[in-house]
DNA sequence: CTCACTATTGATATCAAGTATCAATTAAGA
DNA sequence: TCTTAATTGATACTTGATATCAATAGTGAG
């Protein structure tokens, strides 16, 4: 069964800033190409790592930049640093495995209508809603497979 | 219209933590008595603030286990401190206030029924979800209306 | 191409939330 | 009451993130 999916818009993040107004450097570029060759969802101080000569601060406010231009995802993460994820789909929500941290994007027609129902019974005006789901990806899936035919229980989550 | 909810369960704190072998101690019942006469969500450092005698510590602590004991939920607030709110119904969902803050529980068999839908369309196991819609509430609408009726606009954000 | 001006950078200091430590205290059963 | 282990809380520390600000680098005008 294939992953759900929903039109992938074309990821540029140097553009996005541009279009913003924002200049062309070296460090944004830095910054953005090292974001698109990223394929899972990152943390703020794991790019720090992966870019030890950007400054910080300019890593940072970066992804600030590329968040409020909507072109990351700032996701709701419980405990520990927030992680990002690039936009790919326009209108989306997650789907994150509690095992490995991957996260996809997925778009349903269905949780669009039940917002529609909800607007009824809700107490207010509905401004916007968000939703995660916690998955075992199916490569953490096929691990465990892996594991528990060989009699190895490393499994940990 | 009436605020949604459904089937809330007896909240005693200290006693939820009793029931995981925890003991019943000054500081512990301060800070369950303390956020059960909350009735919105709430921060640690708010609870410590209330509480000044009280060490941080133990309110951080007490916070986890009753996390852990599934009596609070610990609400995914994107920026700032991550706030609690007490769980009163057994599965449920939150309505957030993008105005105050407010809090609010809601359960709906439609959420479940997508999540039923989706287990055929997402490459993995799903193993849980959550959902948070955001509203203006009832009592912030009535307030807005007062301030752009009378021409005074003091609400604060 | 050069100049002038502003945006940007990044080292550093600082802030804020939360955790680890550990000696002193206290709950609770024998 | 006594004993023992759980609990507390002052303190130091860790981590994630932002503020400051002098130095640097784009960019458009001339």
């Known amino acids: 069964m294939p ?7 074309e990821v540029n993040l140097i553009n996005a800033l541009e279009d913003r107004g924002l200049r ?9 190409d090292r974001i698109e060759r990223v394929s899972d969802a990152f943390t703020a101080e794991q790019l720090c790592r992966e870019l030890p ?13 590329l968040v409020d231009a909507g072109a990351l995802c700032k996701l709701p993460i419980l405990d520990g640093a927030p992680m990002y ?5 326009e209108h989306h929500h997650h789907t994150i495995c509690s095992r490995c941290g991957a996260v996809g994007e997925f778009r349903h027609s269905t949780v669009e209508r039940v917002m ?13 809603h968000r939703m995660e789901i916690f998955i075992t990806c199916s490569s953490c899936l096929a ?4 594991n ?3 009699g190895n229980s490393s499994v940990s989550i």
Chains 1, 2 share one sequence.
């Open 116 to 128: 529609r129902s909800l607007e009824k019974e809700i107490d207010g005006d509905i401004v916007g």
């Open 143 to 146: 691990k465990s497979e892996i």
């Open 85 to 89: 994820s690039i936009a790919r789909i």
């Open 3 to 9: 992953p759900v999916t929903a039109d992938p818009v």
């Open 53 to 65: 000569d950007v400054g910080r601060a300019t890593v940072y406010r970066t992804i600030r930049h």
């Open 148 to 150: 528990s035919s060989s």
């Open 24 to 32: 062309r450097t070296a460090a944004r570029s830095a910054v953005t």
